[in-house]
């Protein structure tokens, strides 16, 4: 059981979007660790998120594109001192083929959790359609984001285990108009 685990991590992924109640918009994934992929209207009501996230343990959070540094920044000091942030940004043409998307077609995201040994799916319907896989290595995160894809998620957002050399070598495999930006580029602590 989670409460029995001292060695648990607790993660924690928030999307932005007006509408999106933490209440009723959110997966709770225990593989190795807990990931809990959230989301909120505002950035007011993400930094309540967070603070309730903090007290709860959480050591960690990645954010959606949506989220800026600043915003980011804002969101680490809720947190506490040395608690990491990472905000998603696409890079290089990935830039110009997020300006094409239109995101309310559907968010998929894919979440790196240790030893989960299969594509684990969530979908969460509302005023953003997120698709959410949890995978454990980047041949997984590939067949995941195929399947997004050919899902009709507009875009691909990575959790911030998709270093550089990781999201790259994603992006390189899937040669698709989709853009996938990545949360491995951007570090922010309070």
């Known amino acids: 059981m ?6 648990i991590k607790k993660y924690a992924f928030i999307v932005m979007c007006p509408g999106l109640d933490p ?14 992929f959230v989301g909120v209207s505002s950035i007011d009501q993400a930094e309540s998120l967070v ?3 903090a007290s709860e343990g959480y050591d960690a959070y990645n954010l959606c ?7 980011s920044q804002r969101l680490a000091k809720a947190a506490g001192p040395g608690v990491p942030f990472s905000y ?29 040994g299969q594509i684990n799916s969530f979908e969460l319907k509302g005023p953003l359609h997120s698709s959410v896989r949890f995978v454990d290595s ?9 399947d997004l894809i050919n899902s009709g998620s507009a875009v691909l957002e990575l959790c911030s285990w998709f270093d550089r050399e990781r999201t790259e070598t994603l992006i390189h495999s899937l040669r698709v108009e989709t ?12």
Do not use: C, H, W
């Open 179 to 190: 853009p996938v930006g990545s949360a491995g580029y951007t570090l922010v602590t309070a």
């Open 65 to 71: 594109g949506a989220f800026d540094e600043a915003m």
């Open 23 to 36: 209440a009723d918009y959110r997966i709770d994934f225990t593989g190795r660790d807990l990931t809990t």
């Open 88 to 116: 998603v940004t696409f890079a290089g043409d990935e830039i110009r083929k997020r300006g094409n998307a239109d995101i309310m077609k559907g968010l998929g995201v894919i979440i790196f959790d240790e030893g989960v």
């Open 51 to 53: 603070r309730q996230l």
């Open 138 to 146: 980047v041949v997984m995160a590939r067949a995941a984001a195929v």
């Open 2 to 7: 989670l409460q029995n685990r001292a060695d």
